[in-house]
């Protein structure tokens, strides 16, 4: 919300810097990002008299004008057409600036000095919108009341001040100047003018011409309605166009401005029906039917459905309630009757409304944070003398109101001490009456009256913090935090801050990328056509198509950004990510949001067995330790003969191999690429999290290596879980240290090789026991048809 000080001051009065005000507002409860000056770019721009005009010796279009800037008559040369001698205009002097940056300096134009320029609007940073008196491509010709030498910005009324305010969604009625003028009154302790509306009538009946029904009351409590006659469209005056500028809008017309200024003015969104576009003088809102269309003002075509609210005539919608009006709904040049509509629609229903069409407006924004019905009349009765005021038209006698609400005032119960014991004060029972009586509201007894503006005070604890904020937070004492803090981190969320510790450990950089992606990915990692994973969650009001549904799989996510790295020459790259999946469920159901530890890497020295290791040291980690890891040549986006599962028992944890190469050639990825899928729940439910300590050994360690030849296509992982087997709690640890075929080791056969430290807790051994348990592991082997290499 854009604050006008000179409008502000219309209603209160601060005699306080900008920075004073912006703080003080803020620790009261309206924040203040900033504020700035109109025109804090132009520096050394006057007011100047064109007292003749020559035309220039070596140029058709240029000529020399000698203006009168009231302490000396500069020479200026310009290929302006619109000038006359006397005329009034902006000079920007030598050493001026304007906006842009742009410094003006004496100079020459063929050979003539020129020590100036005049200025045209854009220039200046203004618009049409502003001066529709000037013209667009020539020297703004002013026709303000000035003189030679006045300072263009004090000339023309580009001078305000404007503070910009975060309003909260609670706080619908901060959303107008009127709302951060109560603001400003209280927290300076000033006067505050409440403004009463008076309407001049001109005749006639309103229910002569129009006639309203409201059919879905539950999604409009209240909606009022005047008629004005003999329209004289016309451009505001200057003191509007100001305003609406500064809260910037831009100004449009007289009728137009005025639905804008009341808007901002009040906070009450308003909307100005050109009357011969309602079909037989009827008005109904109702909600739409599905089918049917409108085109609204913006010139698009809406496709509507039964959950939304719409302004209808006889025959077709001609608005979306409390988001924008319909392409004949507008007010054109010839219209010469109107229908002002002051309403009160469902925040819920706009909202939604906005979002499902992608049209999202300074009405919705501001009904979708709740009004109050009250609003309605002081808003249409502001439209209706500023018509008077303009001399913009003939307002009807009459008005319209179907109201559909409960206009008892709320009540909350006053309970001082209460309050001090919750904000951990000593303040008096008056000094709150008085607090709460500057913000309107009436104490009664022990009951609190809300002022109707207020929607959002429902409880005590909302007139606590009235209180608070008004007496300072600042002024309340430093206290000890009752109570005690008994949140703690959960045992996933451990789980998953180990698996990043250990990631980070071994060398991998984390990533975070967007969950929703394009359908076209599923193509470059050759998903099947009937693959269950290309029925996606799609997004309803998609930034684009690359982010139009919700991914089923985070291996594309992964695949970009290594793709990213690589195309930005990274000679390497080692990255993960704790990814969501979401699988579709249908009916209506919300997803299933899958977690996936994602590994991606490539470059020199990275090949299948470095992220296999990767994996295996993070299973370690994690306390997984009974897993088997096989060969799968059946995942469409790796190497058929580079690829292995990771399953725990019949349950899979994972997948660790070779991205295809033809998946790597569709994201552009110019070398050998590997990644890994680890499902963190399924990892999360084998893990061992007991963790046992045991003491340094006593006795001496003994080591044997083992060579044996086995089928080729034997994982080495069998062979290593066979070995155990057979050493039993003797082996302490194993290493695999050789694979190898060739020469000397039979077509089909590999030869494999490790080294084991044996130890035992009781004693040394000697070297019968090691030959017994090596004679029990060789025979484990040979259970795999695996033989002792000679």
Not at 116 to 140: H, Q, R, V
Not at 243 to 260: F, K, M, Q, Y
Not at 774 to 782: C, D, G, R, V
Request: overall charge negative.
């Amino acid at each position: 919300m854009d604050l006008s000080m000179k409008w502000l001051h219309e209603f209160t009065a601060t005699s306080v810097s900008p920075r004073e005000y912006s703080e003080a507002l803020t620790m009261s409860g309206s924040k203040v990002e900033g504020y700035s000056f109109e025109g804090e770019e132009i520096s050394k721009v006057v007011v100047g008299r064109v007292d003749e005009i020559v035309k220039h010796p070596d140029s058709d279009h240029l000529v020399i004008c000698q203006v009168y800037v009231g302490s000396e008559t500069i020479q200026i040369v310009t290929g302006a057409q619109n000038l006359t001698v006397g005329d009034l205009v902006p000079v920007a002097l030598d050493g001026s600036t304007l906006p842009g940056g742009i410094k003006i300096k004496k100079g020459k134009l063929r050979g003539v000095a020129s020590c100036g320029m005049m200025c045209s609007l854009g220039e200046l940073g203004l618009t049409l919108g502003d001066f529709p008196y000037a013209i667009e491509d020539g020297i703004f010709v002013l026709q303000e009341n000035c003189k030679p030498g006045d300072d263009i910005k004090e000339a023309i009324g580009y001078n305000d001040t404007v503070v910009e305010f975060e309003i909260t969604s609670n706080r619908a009625d901060c959303l107008s100047v009127l709302g951060l003028a109560r603001e400003t009154a209280v927290t300076f302790g000033g006067s505050l003018t409440d403004p009463q509306p008076v309407v001049t009538e001109h005749g006639g009946n309103i229910n002569d011409m129009l006639k309203v029904s409201v059919t879905a009351t539950d999604l409009c409590s209240r909606y009022m309605a005047r008629v004005v006659q003999n329209i004289r469209v016309a451009p505001s005056p200057r003191w509007m166009r100001e305003r609406l500028r500064a809260s910037g809008v831009r100004p449009i017309n007289n009728i137009v401005d005025i639905t804008n200024y009341v808007m901002l003015e009040y906070g009450q969104p308003m909307h100005a029906f050109d009357y011969r576009f309602v079909k037989d003088g009827q008005i109904e809102v109702r909600r739409a039917r599905d089918g049917e269309a409108i085109t609204t003002l913006d010139g698009n075509e809406r496709k509507l459905n039964d959950r939304m609210l719409v302004i209808a005539d006889t025959e077709k919608p001609i608005a979306v309630a409390g988001v924008m009006g319909g392409e004949y709904s507008g007010i054109m040049d010839d219209t010469t009757t109107i229908v002002f509509e002051s309403a009160c629609f469902d925040g819920a229903s706009v909202r939604t409304t906005a979002k499902a069409l992608g049209m999202r407006t300074d009405a919705s924004s501001r009904y979708e944070k709740g009004l109050p019905p009250k609003l309605c009349k002081a808003a249409l009765e502001r439209a209706c003398e500023l018509i008077t005021l303009l001399d913009a038209g003939d307002v009807v006698c009459g008005q319209i109101d179907e109201a559909h609400f409960d206009s008892t005032p709320k009540t909350v119960k006053f309970d001082p001490e209460w309050t001090n014991r919750f904000l951990g004060t000593d303040i008096s029972r008056e000094d709150m009456t008085d607090i709460l009586s500057r913000l309107q509201f009436t104490v009664d007894g022990d009951t609190v009256t809300v002022p109707y503006f207020r929607t959002d005070i429902e409880h005590k604890a909302d007139i606590a913090e009235e209180i608070a904020r008004i007496y300072g937070y600042n002024n309340i004492a430093e206290s000890c935090i009752r109570g005690s803090a008994s949140a703690k981190v959960t045992d996933e969320q451990k789980f998953e801050r180990t698996v990043g510790s250990t990631l980070l450990a071994l060398g991998y950089s984390q990533i975070i990328t967007y969950s929703f992606i394009s359908p076209k990915l599923y193509d470059k990692v050759n998903m099947p056509e009937d693959d269950s994973g290309r029925r996606s969650v799609v997004i309803s009001n998609p930034l684009g198509e690359d982010t139009s549904i919700m991914r089923t799989t985070a291996l594309p996510s992964m695949l970009l950004t290594l793709a990213t790295n690589y195309n930005n020459r990274n000679k390497s790259a080692a990255l993960y990510e704790i990814a969501t999946e979401y699988i579709p469920q249908g009916d209506g159901q919300l997803p299933i949001e899958r977690k996936k530890i994602m590994l991606g890497a490539y470059g020199d020295g990275v090949d299948f067995f470095t992220v296999k290791g990767s994996v295996e040291a993070l299973l370690k980690q994690l306390g997984v330790e009974e897993y088997d890891v096989a060969a799968d040549a059946d995942e469409y986006a790796y190497h058929p003969g580079r690829t292995a599962k990771l399953t725990v028992g019949d349950k899979l944890i994972g997948i660790v191999g070779e991205i295809h190469p033809s998946v790597a050639d569709n994201f552009e990825i110019g070398t050998k690429t590997y990644t890994a899928e680890l499902y963190v729940d399924e990892l999360y439910a084998v893990r061992s999290a007991d963790r046992h300590f045991s003491p340094l050994p006593k006795f001496p360690s003994v080591t044997r290596d083992i060579a044996v030849i086995c089928d080729i296509d034997l994982p080495v992982l069998s062979l290593e879980k066979a070995i155990r087997t057979g050493a039993g709690a003797l082996l302490e640890s194993i290493e695999l240290f050789d694979v190898y075929t060739g020469a000397q080791i039979p077509s089909g056969k590999k030869s494999v090789a490790y080294a084991m430290t044996l130890r035992s807790d009781s004693g040394t051994l000697n070297d019968k026991q090691s030959e017994k348990v090596m004679k029990k592991i060789i025979a484990e082997a040979q259970k795999l048809g695996a033989q002792l290499r000679s």
